[in-house]
């Protein structure tokens, strides 16, 4: 999936057009073991998150913030986190977290500080905000009444970027599909004009969509993949990923995906699933 360019200058979001670039970089489902050397489906997690962040690292001179927008571990364990900490720690000048369906927000609350839970971040004239999405003991999404609060408190004259784990609208997997944000309606009932993109997990792949003007974008796993327009569960043989955003001063905002190349990776292709 090539770079794309989202620039809805013409609405109602003004911002001031002197200042930088600020660069995000998003990785998802990581799905780290409590372990190192654990594998999901084949693929070592330790291995494939290594060979993005070397990746990213590569590609990236400076990164202004890290979003890892869930299903950090695979099993939820206070190891997995403390693990994923170190790895991440640096690569970026700030890091956020954000929960999905594999996580557990009380025992991240009890590994990582505050601000890396935040919920909303500011970087020049963008609003970035956090929602979560996650639903304890469930595998689909939905958004409490408290998140949706929080895109009230977006302001209108500043562009803005919203991300969760769970998709909003289908993609076309359709096993996926089903654990897609239960109430997505509401959210887009109270999203303002000035977000300009919405970016989630959870799918294991890049996808491109858009809703009422506004860009619905996913992010390919920093692990396993799963195969687009599939009915049942379905790997993809593509490599693991990342998304770049790069959010200019005027409003514009450009986005592409990166994945590893010439790094092999061991994937149990017959798997009908995972737990």
Known sequence: ????????SASDTAVSSGGRAYTVVQISDCHLGSEPGEALLGM???????????????????????????????DASTQAYRRLFPLLNGVAERMVWLPGNHDDIDTLRQIVASDVLANRVDLGGWQLLMLDSAVPDQV???????????LADLEPGRPAVVFLHHHLQPIGCQWLDEQRVSNADAFFSQ????????????????SENEHRGVSLLTT??????????????????????????????????????????????QVDYAANGYQ
């Open 1 to 8: 999936m090539g770079q794309r360019s989202i620039d809805n």
């Open 44 to 74: 070592d997690a330790d291995h494939s998150l290594a060979a993005v962040v070397s990746l990213l690292q590569h590609e990236q001179a400076h990164i202004d913030l890290l979003v890892v927008s869930g299903d950090m571990a695979a």
């Open 140 to 150: 689909g999404g939905q958004l409490r009444g408290d998140q949706l609060a929080l």
């Open 191 to 206: 999203l303002p004009d000035c977000v300009k993109a919405v970016i989630c997990g959870h799918v294991h792949q890049a």
């Open 220 to 265: 390919p796993s920093t692990c396993i993949q799963f195969k687009p327009g599939s009915e049942d569960f379905a790997l993809d043989d593509l490599s693991p990923g990342y998304r770049w955003l790069r959010l200019h001063p005027g409003g514009e905002l450009e986005t592409g995906v990166s994945r590893v190349s010439g790094v092999e990776f």
